[in-house]
């Protein structure tokens, strides 16, 4: 997993008001960008961003493509993160 990536998506606001609304389904470009004052070239530049760090997923369907929430990355984040605060770590074995 590329953290540096991961880090810098999340590391703004909007994008993380969007994982938050991908959370509990999945919403097309044109749902995600009703919930912002912004363009939708600035909507889909910040998708992908979260594209590009693998927190969201696509999917096609017809003429609209849908996004939701990569879970498997923000739990290798989660793991990590629990590693650091003093659970076990790859590092004790080398």
Known sequence: MAFAET?????????RRILELL?????S???????F??????ISYHLGILKKADLVLESREKNFIYYELNTSVLE???L???EL???TSDVEKI
């Open 7 to 15: 880090f810098k998506a999340l590391s703004d606001p909007v994008r």
């Open 23 to 27: 959370k509990n389904e999945r919403l």
């Open 29 to 35: 470009a044109g749902e995600i960008g009703s919930h």
């Open 37 to 42: 004052d912004m363009t939708g070239a600035t």
């Open 76 to 78: 290798e984040i989660m």
């Open 80 to 82: 990590w993160i629990s």
């Open 85 to 87: 605060k003093g659970g």
